[in-house]
């Protein structure tokens, strides 16, 4: 495959036309992994902290939320719904007893008996939820950081292009919400604490769950939120929309000479923040090849621009995989197909000291994939879709090395250590590509027989 170098201006296409991010006016082109030269200028416009929670949007919360509970082995931890006096929406709140994963499911209640005001999340809107759900499926409706000073940060967005989605208001006393247009029909959430917030279980008008109605022992080892993958029509208006906006950097970029097979690929930009605690990596497909892109079918199947998939973070990626493969035939998420066992063969020299044999056995044992950058190691693993449409998925990862010391001496690792798995695109975009051919073959086979 030739090298594939995308050069893009600001021109509207007719999938989406309404899109926010197809309206601005920069110009951006991708150089490749090669010629990708790294740099942190520290340009974001409002001060960032990290995700504060991923909200999905779904037919019924309950139980779209207890299926992601047992199959991330992620407690469900906060409730606001009609037992808390919210009688717009019910959502649901996972998140692992240690570290700062937050995801919220949030299904609505019939408008008929709803008081607006009982809202926990303040921009809630019954019809656009519908709007949305009869549009993508299960998905991610929004991102909120916990930034500074939500209503800064909104300023400073819209101030510089960003497409307002909710005005900032204040709830509970405690905690500012602000939302802007992110790509598609995901928001950007702005989340800011203006007074000591301990005594909040997560957000004013959220409850803790009781002991009794929630898997409270559940562990697996997931801890936090390294990245959040979108996939959108043309890369170019979109990362200019967005830099534009928040003042991100460019972390890295892979085009489909590097990542792509002979028969699919991509191209794909990495965002980030100053302190690079916020990965948001954007894909769009390339034409012209044997198959179909994966990043064409998920825009079809999603009916345009969303989040294609979630990488959690584990402390110990083998005891995870155990556990949440345990769950895969009984409620639990399944797994896209192992590489061959050649490509574990191979794995010793790829992998350096950073495992040991018995390690790349039990690599191969789960089906874990393993790269390597210039400064630590990556181990991941990728489910099948989670709703009933081939879109959204989960990636399972856990980064080795890249240890610093912040000024006060606390060690923490360094963002997108051992980088994206770009070694391991082809093993990925392989198995996708069977997925999809059995997929088309049932398909054929249907048709056939009718």
Same mark, same amino acid.
């Given at each position: 495959m030739g090298k594939q170098t995308l050069?893009? @201006?600001?021109? +509207?296409?007719?999938?989406?036309?309404? &899109?926010?991010?197809?309206?601005?006016?920069? =110009?951006? *082109?991708?150089?490749?992994?090669?010629?990708?030269i790294r740099a942190n200028p520290r340009s974001d416009f409002f001060s960032v902290k990290r995700f504060h929670h991923i909200e999905f949007w779904c037919g019924d919360?309950?139980?779209?939320?207890?299926?992601?509970?047992?199959?991330?082995?992620?407690?469900?931890?906060?409730?606001?719904?009609?037992?808390?006096?919210?009688?717009?929406?019910?959502?649901?709140?996972?998140?692992?007893?240690?570290?700062?994963?937050?995801?919220?499911?949030?299904a609505?209640?019939?408008?008929?008996?709803? @008081?607006?005001? +009982?809202?926990?999340?303040?921009?809630? &809107?019954?019809?656009?939820?519908?709007?949305? =759900?009869? *549009?993508?499926?299960?998905?991610?409706?929004?991102?909120?950081?916990?930034?500074?000073?939500?209503?800064?940060?909104?300023?400073?967005?819209?101030?510089?292009?960003?497409?307002?989605?909710?005005e900032p208001v204040t709830i509970g006393g405690h905690v500012a919400v602000a939302e802007v247009h992110l790509y598609g029909d995901v928001?950007?959430?702005?989340?800011?604490?203006?007074?000591?917030?301990?005594?909040?279980?997560?957000?004013?008008?959220?409850?803790?769950?009781?002991?009794?109605?929630?898997?409270?022992?559940?562990?697996?080892?997931?801890?936090?939120l390294d990245h959040a993958v979108g996939n959108v029509p043309e890369l170019g208006p979109v990362v200019?929309?967005?830099?534009?906006?928040?003042?991100?950097?460019e972390f890295a970029e892979f085009t489909a000479e590097d990542v792509g097979t002979a028969e699919s690929g991509l191209n794909s930009v990495v965002l980030a923040n100053n302190d690079e605690t916020v990965l948001l990596p954007l894909n769009e497909p390339v034409y012209g090849t044997k198959r179909k892109s994966q990043i064409q079918t998920y825009l079809e199947h999603n009916e345009g621009a969303g989040v294609q998939h979630l990488a959690l973070v584990?402390?110990?990626?083998?005891?995870?995989?155990?556990?949440?493969?345990?769950?895969?035939g009984v409620g639990g998420f399944e797994f896209m197909p192992s590489p061959p066992p050649t490509y574990y063969k191979n794995l010793k020299s790829r992998a350096g000291e950073a495992l040991r044999d018995e390690q790349i056995q039990e690599c191969e044992e789960l089906g874990i994939l393993v790269d390597r950058d210039d400064q630590g190691t990556l181990l991941q693993?990728?489910?099948?879709?989670?709703?009933?449409?081939?879109?959204?998925?989960?990636?399972?990862?856990?980064?080795?090395?890249?240890?610093?010391?912040?000024?006060?001496?606390?060690?923490?690792q360094k963002g997108g250590c051992g980088?994206?798995?770009?070694?391991?695109?082809?093993?990925?975009?392989?198995?996708?590509?069977?997925?999809?051919?059995?997929l088309e073959a049932k398909h054929v086979n249907q048709v056939a027989a009718a």
């Amino acid at each position: 495959m030739g090298k594939q170098t995308l050069t893009t @201006t600001s021109t +509207s296409t007719s999938a989406a036309n309404d &899109s926010p991010e197809l309206t601005t006016g920069g =110009t951006f *082109k991708l150089v490749g992994f090669k010629n990708f030269i790294r740099a942190n200028p520290r340009s974001d416009f409002f001060s960032v902290k990290r995700f504060h929670h991923i909200e999905f949007w779904c037919g019924d919360a309950t139980n779209t939320s207890r299926r992601f509970s047992w199959s991330l082995g992620i407690p469900i931890t906060a409730k606001s719904d009609l037992s808390t006096g919210n009688s717009v929406h019910a959502s649901y709140l996972l998140r692992p007893v240690i570290g700062g994963l937050n995801f919220l499911f949030t299904a609505p209640y019939s408008p008929s008996i709803s @008081t607006p005001s +009982s809202a926990a999340i303040p921009s809630f &809107s019954t019809s656009t939820h519908r709007d949305f =759900t009869a *549009k993508h499926g299960l998905g991610v409706c929004a991102f909120a950081l916990e930034v500074e000073n939500a209503y800064t940060a909104f300023s400073a967005s819209v101030a510089r292009g960003a497409k307002p989605r909710f005005e900032p208001v204040t709830i509970g006393g405690h905690v500012a919400v602000a939302e802007v247009h992110l790509y598609g029909d995901v928001v950007l959430r702005f989340v800011s604490y203006l007074k000591d917030a301990d005594s909040l279980v997560f957000l004013p008008g959220f409850e803790a769950m009781d002991e009794t109605a929630s898997f409270k022992e559940l562990d697996y080892g997931i801890r936090r939120l390294d990245h959040a993958v979108g996939n959108v029509p043309e890369l170019g208006p979109v990362v200019d929309y967005i830099k534009r906006f928040t003042g991100f950097h460019e972390f890295a970029e892979f085009t489909a000479e590097d990542v792509g097979t002979a028969e699919s690929g991509l191209n794909s930009v990495v965002l980030a923040n100053n302190d690079e605690t916020v990965l948001l990596p954007l894909n769009e497909p390339v034409y012209g090849t044997k198959r179909k892109s994966q990043i064409q079918t998920y825009l079809e199947h999603n009916e345009g621009a969303g989040v294609q998939h979630l990488a959690l973070v584990t402390e110990d990626i083998f005891r995870t995989l155990k556990e949440m493969r345990k769950r895969s035939g009984v409620g639990g998420f399944e797994f896209m197909p192992s590489p061959p066992p050649t490509y574990y063969k191979n794995l010793k020299s790829r992998a350096g000291e950073a495992l040991r044999d018995e390690q790349i056995q039990e690599c191969e044992e789960l089906g874990i994939l393993v790269d390597r950058d210039d400064q630590g190691t990556l181990l991941q693993i990728f489910t099948k879709p989670v709703g009933d449409r081939p879109t959204i998925f989960i990636e399972i990862i856990q980064r080795i090395g890249c240890m610093l010391k912040d000024e006060n001496g606390q060690v923490y690792q360094k963002g997108g250590c051992g980088g994206f798995g770009k070694g391991n695109f082809s093993e990925l975009f392989r198995s996708i590509e069977e997925y999809e051919k059995m997929l088309e073959a049932k398909h054929v086979n249907q048709v056939a027989a009718a």
